[in-house]
């Protein structure tokens, strides 16, 4: 496959340095803008696209825009925060999914965690990817890899934590890795 230079529509750059590495044979550059739009949409996809259809109006034109959206669903929280995680929490996000799964046990503290990627071609064509993992809440974080809710997301069939289990670990089996594997089949397919 030829080099592809593609550009993340995220402020966070812990997720442009963990596709790179999803994408054998990508470039990942963050998308240097201000004032994305805002994640209103009522679908990982929804929000993922207006993403990348937001890097395509204001950045280089000639890159792939890559927009990615992804969330956790609780059982506890009927399947939230969802499409809401960006900003459940502010400032301490794994605190307050602990809270809340306070004196809940067994089947409410499953979880899923969910990632869609679209991504838009220099010419325009749409290929995006989904990705799911199944697991369930630690009873307090532990581990030190990894960023977000890793620190108390323990992957089915695992006893420890996604941070624990290490950015190695998660290459491979993360709800991201998966999505990324969707999107690179989904663009194998296409050039078919």
């Not at 995006?128 to 199944?134: A, C, D, K, Y």
Request: charged letters at 30%.
């Amino acid at each position: 496959m030829d080099e592809r230079i593609g550009v993340l529509c995220s402020r966070n750059p812990n997720k442009a340095r963990e596709l790179e590495r999803l994408l054998p044979g990508w470039t990942i550059e963050p998308l240097a803008a201000d004032d994305y739009p805002p994640e209103d949409g009522d679908t990982y996809y929804a929000n993922a696209r207006a993403k990348a259809v937001f890097g395509r109006e204001v950045g280089d034109r000639s890159r792939w825009m890559i927009g990615e959206d992804s969330g956790i669903e609780v059982e506890g929280l009927g399947g939230g925060p969802g499409i809401h995680t960006a900003r459940f929490g502010a400032g301490d996000p794994v605190g307050r999914l602990l809270r809340e799964l306070t004196g809940v046990e067994g089947e409410g503290r499953r979880v899923r965690y969910v990632s869609e990627l679209v991504a838009l071609s220099p010419e325009g064509s749409e290929v995006r990817g989904r990705g799911t993992l199944e697991g369930r809440i630690a009873p307090a974080p532990a581990g030190s890899e990894g960023f977000g809710y890793d620190p108390i997301f323990i992957p089915e069939g695992e006893e420890r934590t996604v941070a624990q289990l290490g950015d190695d670990w998660k290459q491979l089996h993360s709800h991201r890795a998966r999505a990324a594997e969707a999107l690179l089949e989904a663009l194998a397919g296409s050039a078919g």
